[in-house]
């Protein structure tokens, strides 16, 4: 059984500004499991590194807040509606939010 069936689920997407940190964590394994482990973004596995054409890019982690780096896999959401997009690498999370604003 995953973790994930020991839980409740989301109708996704939610808005992620409502979620409390332990909810954030249950709607990121749901996107994985619904996304068939594959980046929102880059559409890679999550259990490989991003591909090159993303982390070419140049990022500059003094943007990041410090625990931005302490997992693999992010929960990523519209800065603007607050709205939950999908589950990515951090390092696709980083190009979105410094190249796209997202």
Known sequence: MSRLTQHKTFNLPVNYNELH???KRIVREQY???QDN???YC???LDKD???HITKNKINWDLFPLNFLNS???LQH???TGMTEGAVHMYCNAVL???YER
């Open 72 to 74: 693999p896999i992010h």
């Open 32 to 34: 994985i499991v619904e």
């Open 21 to 23: 940190y332990t909810e």
């Open 50 to 52: 991003p591909p090159i």
């Open 78 to 80: 519209c800065h603007k």
């Open 43 to 45: 559409k890679y596995s």
């Open 97 to 99: 939010w410094e190249y």
């Open 38 to 40: 594959k980046c929102f």
